[in-house]
């Protein structure tokens, strides 16, 4: 795969995974993952992610923005993995807030769109590693940290 090929082929990656796993830098400073939902992207330059203000990894995030998300595939064969690299921008405006909203989540944020437990995580790639069975790439990303 030629790098264009390996763009979208991580791009389509990204496009079916709702889930994705987020490693930030821990209190003790390991690296820890977490499952998160991945609620839109702009293509590779952005992910956007929905998460509780309360969560462990916000603060961890607010103490260091380094951070790494990993997108995987593997219903079918060939298997797929994605690994982004770079910072989180925590957002709490609200034109944040309203891209991401969906109906329903109010059993989680009572108070709305709007409710102090609602953050967006805004995670900025700076480079991009894709794998699928044959193929091994690392990609740079213009806009990362």
């Given at each position: 795969?030629?790098?264009?090929?390996?763009?979208?082929?991580?791009?389509?990656?990204?496009?079916?995974?709702?889930?994705?796993?987020?490693?930030?830098?821990?209190?003790?400073?390991?690296?820890?993952?977490?499952?998160?939902e991945c609620?839109?992207?702009?293509?590779?330059?952005?992910?956007?992610?929905?998460?509780?203000?309360?969560?462990?990894?916000v603060?961890?995030?607010?103490?260091?923005?380094?951070?790494?998300?990993?997108?995987?595939?593997?219903?079918?064969?060939?298997?797929?993995?994605?690994l982004?690299?770079?910072?989180?921008?925590?957002?709490?405006?609200?034109?944040?807030?309203?891209?991401?909203?969906?109906?329903?989540?109010?059993?989680f944020?009572?108070?709305?769109?709007?409710?102090?437990?609602?953050?967006?995580?805004?995670?900025?790639?700076?480079?991009?590693?894709?794998?699928?069975?044959?193929?091994?790439?690392?990609?740079?990303?213009?806009?990362?940290?």
């Open positions: 795969m030629n790098e264009a090929e390996v763009r979208a082929a991580a791009l389509e990656l990204v496009e079916r995974s709702r889930i994705a796993f987020l490693g930030t830098i821990g209190g003790e400073g390991g690296p820890e993952i977490k499952a998160v609620a839109d992207h702009d293509g590779l330059e952005a992910i956007w992610i929905s998460t509780n203000t309360s969560s462990e990894h603060g961890q995030l607010e103490k260091d923005p380094r951070a790494s998300v990993y997108f995987a595939y593997h219903d079918s064969i060939p298997w797929q993995g994605l982004l690299s770079g910072r989180v921008e925590i957002r709490r405006d609200s034109e944040a807030r309203e891209r991401l909203w969906e109906d329903g989540w109010e059993k944020y009572p108070k709305g769109v709007t409710d102090p437990d609602y953050t967006v995580l805004r995670f900025v790639p700076s480079w991009g590693k894709y794998w699928q069975f044959g193929v091994k790439a690392r990609f740079e990303l213009s806009a990362g940290g």
